[in-house]
């Protein structure tokens, strides 16, 4: 199978430009970069947490046996999900949409 020639290049780049238009690319493009960048820190992060139990040793010692506990019912707090990272992409772009009429606004002002 060859790789991408430059004419497949521009034939997928002549389809973009018509299903997208030309002022919504660098924007598609710019939420792909967003996203991508996400992705990536949690990616990281996740590794980062992986990693830190192994490069730590702790030694557990003996303890004594505790009394048995009472029993005290107490409502579980609800989780709280994290949003993913299509989700935090997703609510940065609404926030920089609102920003953007906000400054088109104080513009026209």
Same mark, same amino acid.
């Given at each position: #199978? ?10 997928? @780049?002549?389809?973009? &430009?018509?299903?997208? @238009?030309?002022? $919504? ?14 992705? %990536?820190?949690?990616?990281? $992060? ?10 730590? !040793?702790? &030694? ?12 005290? &019912? ?5 989780? &709280? ?6 989700? *935090?992409?997703? #609510? ?5 949409? %609102?920003?953007? !009429?906000?400054?088109?606004?104080? %513009? *026209?002002?």
């Amino acid at each position: #199978m060859a790789g991408l020639g430059t004419t497949e290049l521009i034939i997928i @780049g002549v389809i973009l &430009v018509l299903l997208f @238009g030309a002022k $919504k690319l660098p924007e598609a493009a710019r939420g792909i970069g967003r996203s991508l960048r996400i992705f %990536k820190a949690e990616t990281a $992060k996740l590794r980062d947490d992986d990693e830190a139990p192994a490069a730590t !040793a702790t &030694v557990v010692q003996p303890q004594p046996q505790p009394a048995p506990p009472q029993q005290i &019912v107490a409502p579980a707090p609800a989780p &709280v999900a994290e949003p993913s990272a299509e989700e *935090q992409a997703r #609510m940065l772009e609404e926030q920089a949409a %609102k920003l953007r !009429a906000q400054a088109s606004a104080n %513009k *026209q002002q």
